[in-house]
């Protein structure tokens, strides 16, 4: 059986920190970004690590162990 391509496209959007665990970035900071207040943009500019619920299926999308 061939190996399974890993989603490039979420490849390219999330990190793997060194504990193991996936940073990604916010969303709602590019579009009308001028309605939003300066402390929301820059809280929405911050990356955060993905949720543990979902990491285990992310982590299958870009064939890799998560911890």
């Not at 990190?15 to 900071?29: E, V």
């Amino acid at each position: 059986m061939p190996k399974m391509k890993s989603s490039r496209t979420l490849a390219k959007r999330i990190k793997i920190t060194g504990t193991g665990k996936i940073k990604r970035k916010k969303a709602y900071n590019a579009h009308l970004a001028p309605n939003k207040t300066r402390k929301q943009r820059k809280h929405l500019a911050k990356p955060t690590t993905m949720h543990e619920t979902d990491m285990r299926r992310l982590a299958q999308m870009i064939d890799t162990k998560v911890r």
